[in-house]
């Protein structure tokens, strides 16, 4: 009870960021709203009742958004992707009952970054056209050909919707008290509402071009039930599904425990939240929102970063933001439909924009190309072959250069006249033969060769055999050996 003071103002203000984002997704994933305010009150109910942290918040995420419309589009309906994710979410069960938290320190951080900058990339491709009202499916290739109309209206609201969220980013609105308090997000979807309904008075045929969201009204328990869509059980035999299942498995438990790392630095809790039970509490999550009809739900960065910044204490928070989101989706249904499509997509254009920011482009190429090129290999990755199989492409390529790099510095040849130290700066195995070879190969006749092995605790057995052989033919070569690994003849 002494936290409630803090604990339903910061409830109140994630509700106000998670509304036109749960709205927004969902519009994005070419599903009706209320699937995305479902998946809102999911996550902020169940998954945060299971959850170890006190302060992430669950919900719809912006970087599932291209996954769930390509898999739609592949395995042919919504309710088929449900079955997916209802598997996905046993998946996440499972993973976090055999604590495969741990694991996620093995993805490197290149190929993260840029699993992210590829969601943004995405995303901002998908929203152009919606920004610019573009309607049916012209998408960017209508936009960028110049064939599909554009709608003035649509244009204005979108374009006021981005100034908005940008001047909520600048010094003036931090600073100015109260104000500053006020979600962005809010505050642009507010600005397309207005945009409706004053222009609605003013100049119907300017509001009537501009496309609202449209959330049924519930007037029944039966009317509320009829919008819950059930999985195609039958589907679990198409091989896509599966595909899909596991995508969606290791990228929202990917994206959840990077959220919990990141709220780590914000909110240090102690003992820290356990990844595993995290990725336990997640899997009920989307195991129930396939049984439900509903998005695949993971931790949010953006919404949690917003909890503890409003004060948070406990999780009665986010369950707040759980209520409201609930309460709103079944009783409020006539004022959100006044919400323009452009408004949203300004604040997924802006949601694309910060997760591919130039500035992490520019920071990745100054790292070197150990970093950039798997970083540029994962967001080319999923742009032309889907996420499963950029992520892929962009752990082979990383672990391709750091195997490269190893192998470059794992042996070094010295020469100081007639003798030569050969030195071993790590463990050896079979793929150190080639560069072992050659260095060997350039140690003339009738010379010294030293071998300082004290940091390779370990040699492969065919590295073993490629050091006999060459100390077997020294003697008759005039090469003396010196702290030679390995017995010759």
Partial sequence: MNTLRQDIPAGLVVFLVALPLCLGIAQASGLPPFAGLLTGVIGGLLVT???????AVSGPAAGLVTIVVASIETLG??????????????????????????????????????????????????????AFGIEGDAGLAGFASGAAAFSAPAMLVAGGSLAILWLWTTPLIKKAGALGWIPGPLVAVLFGCAATLFGGRLMPEWANELSRIALPSFDSLSALT????????TAWQNPSVWVVAVTLALVASLETLLSQEALKKLRPQNPPPSPNREMFAQGIGNLSAGLLGAMPITAVIVRSSVNVSTGAQTKLSVLIHGVLLLICGLW?????????????????????YKLATPRLFVE??????????????????????????????????????????????????????????????QNLTFLHNPKLQGLLAEIPE??????????????????KAVLKDFGDSAEKRGIRLSQWPVAVK
């Fill in 49 to 55: 009742a299971l959850s170890p942290s006190r302060f």
């Fill in 77 to 130: 309906s919504f309710s088929a992707f449900l079955t997916a994710l209802v598997l996905a979410g046993l998946m996440q069960c499972g993973l976090g009952l055999l604590r495969a938290g741990r694991f996620i320190s093995l993805v490197p951080g290149s190929v993260i970054k840029g699993m992210l900058a590829a969601i943004g990339i995405l995303l901002i491709i998908q929203q152009i056209p919606v």
């Fill in 226 to 233: 009829a919008q819950l869509e059930s999985p195609a059980w």
């Fill in 446 to 463: 009738n010379s010294v060769v030293i071998v300082d092995h004290d940091n390779a605790e370990y040699l492969d057995p065919d590295v």
């Fill in 332 to 352: 409020f249904s006539d004022l959100l439909n006044a919400i323009p499509l452009a408004s949203l997509a300004a604040v997924l254009l802006y949601t694309g």
């Fill in 364 to 425: 990745q190429f100054r790292m070197g190309a150990q970093q950039y090129v798997p970083f540029l290999a994962t967001i080319g990755g999923i742009i032309l072959s889907g996420m499963l199989m950029g992520i892929g492409i962009g752990l082979a390529t990383q672990m391709l250069i750091s195997l490269y790099k190893s192998h470059r510095n794992a042996l070094q040849l010295t020469r100081y006249d007639d003798h030569y130290v050969l030195r071993f700066q």
